[in-house]
């Protein structure tokens, strides 16, 4: 029984292969994972301090009559992006079923260009600054998933 090696492709732990794409992968659903079920989860358990946040924010906009049609939508968005890749970096790793991770990472790129959309409308380019590395990430995933 090997306990750990390392080769050219891939890593060998307890006689289970996985493969340096599989790992990285797997990394990747797991940190989106934590971030998109933290902030969808945040919003289910605060949902009265998130819609007011939500409705002040864009009570100047367009978008003042769509607060709570938003709030739901990137509430559901978020946690089942985020339960998809958390279950996702799972299977990456033991089952070699790329599926679940690739359909989160997905559903986390929508989310996030949903929460860009309305950083930018509410003109609130901070906020919209600090997506950019978790699109790029997940970009950055879907690509590895690819490969």
Known sequence: MTLLAFGDNGLVFF???????SIICS??????????T??????????EG????????????????????GLIQVTILETLSGLLSLF??????????????????ILAAGSLSILMAGQRISKDYDGAAAL????????????????
């Open 50 to 69: 998130e819609l007011e946040f939500i409705t002040e924010k864009f009570s100047k906009t367009a978008l003042s009559n769509f607060s709570i049609i």
């Open 38 to 47: 933290q902030s969808g989860l945040d919003k289910i358990f605060n949902w």
């Open 27 to 36: 990394f990747i659903s797991l940190f989106i994972g934590i971030i998109m």
């Open 15 to 21: 006689d289970h292969d996985f493969s340096y794409i």
């Open 88 to 105: 996702g970096s799972i299977m990456v790793l033991f089952y070699d079923d790329e599926s679940y991770g690739i359909i989160g990472l």
């Open 132 to 147: 950019v590395p978790y699109f790029l990430l997940t970009m950055i995933g879907l690509f590895m998933y690819s490969n």
